[in-house]
């Protein structure tokens, strides 16, 4: 997780940039859609000391969402 995340995030929600090969892992504050509090919430966890996006921020792994959400993933090639 870094800024480029972010900025990435806030691309594709505000000026057309490329659409996420995996909206579930672009949605940072685990509430089921891709919005602007999802690039708020990294740059607060990044530079202000906030929370850390849920589980799995390090590697790859099933959305621990309880309930589960209804978005996924079309693509996702980060991981093996």
């Known amino acids: 997780v870094?800024?480029?995340d972010a900025i990435f995030n806030l691309n594709y929600l505000f000026i057309g940039g490329q659409v996420p090969s995996c909206i579930d892992a672009s949605d940072a504050d685990n509430n089921g859609s891709l919005q602007l509090t999802d690039g708020i919430f990294l740059l607060n966890f990044l530079f202000l000391g906030g929370a850390a996006p849920p589980a799995p921020i390090e590697g790859c792994g099933p959305d621990p969402a309880e309930p589960p959400?209804?978005?996924g993933c079309e693509t996702?090639?980060?991981?093996?």
């Not at 996702?76 to 093996?80: A, D, E, L, Q, S």
């Open 2 to 4: 870094n800024l480029t």
């Open 69 to 71: 959400d209804k978005i």
């Open 76 to 80: 996702f090639t980060n991981c093996p």
